[in-house]
Structure formats: structure tokens, C-alpha cells
């Protein structure tokens, strides 16, 4: 057993060392440099857009203008991490997440 812990603390101390001693991973080549968004200014509109489409449905409870949001081969995970494929799903989840908050507000 005394082994294995001096292995395991071998090995502990060498990782340190080396991420002690390795450079920076995204060191500044220059010291005015700015940040750089890969999105276009009309991409960050049309998510903007999506995202207060989404959040003005989900508070009126507007499924039409929900589906309106997700093409057929949609993917969508909510917030717990459940996932649900294509439009048909989407829906009927949503649906029911609607309709149990509107059920639990009463």
C-alpha cells in the first residue's frame, strides 16, 4: 500500500511541476489585442430574436409561435439535461412543461 502512495504522490508532484513550468495556453502576443467575436453583428440579432421569441411564447404560452422557432430536425435540451429530437417531440414536451407550470401556479 505504501507503494501505490508513493507513486500516486510521484506522480502528483511531476504534474505540478510541468503545468508550473509550461506557458501560458492563450498568452497575448500584444498588449492592445482585443477580443475577437467569431459572430457576425446580424447572427447576434438573429439569436437575440430567437431568444426573446422563445422566452415571449414560453410566458404567453403561445405554442404556434414556439413551433415557429424549430425546424423539423430540431435538437433541444432543457434545463435538467432532458432531450427531445425534431419538432414533434419538442412540442409535445413544451407542452406539457406548459401546461404542469400553469397547473402548479393555480
Known amino acids: ?5 508513493t507513486i500516486t504522490a510521484a506522480l502528483l ?6 503545468l508550473a513550468l509550461a506557458p501560458p ?4 502576443t500584444t498588449t492592445n489585442a482585443q477580443p475577437q467575436s467569431p459572430l457576425t453583428k446580424e447572427d ?8 426573446n421569441g422563445f422566452v ?3 410566458n404567453t404560452s403561445d405554442m404556434k409561435a414556439m413551433d415557429k422557432l424549430f ?3 430540431a435538437e433541444f435540451v432543457n434545463v435538467v ?10 412540442d409535445a414536451a413544451i407542452l406539457y ?3 404542469s407550470c400553469s397547473m402548479a401556479s393555480r
Open 1 to 5: 500500500m505504501k507503494t501505490i502512495s
Open 13 to 18: 508532484l511531476a504534474a505540478t511541476a510541468i
Open 25 to 28: 495556453a492563450f498568452a497575448q
Open 44 to 51: 447576434e440579432q438573429g439569436i437575440r430574436k430567437t431568444i
Open 56 to 58: 415571449g411564447a414560453w
Open 71 to 73: 425546424c423539423e430536425d
Open 81 to 90: 439535461g432532458m432531450h427531445w429530437s425534431g419538432r414533434a417531440q419538442i
Open 97 to 99: 412543461s406548459i401546461s
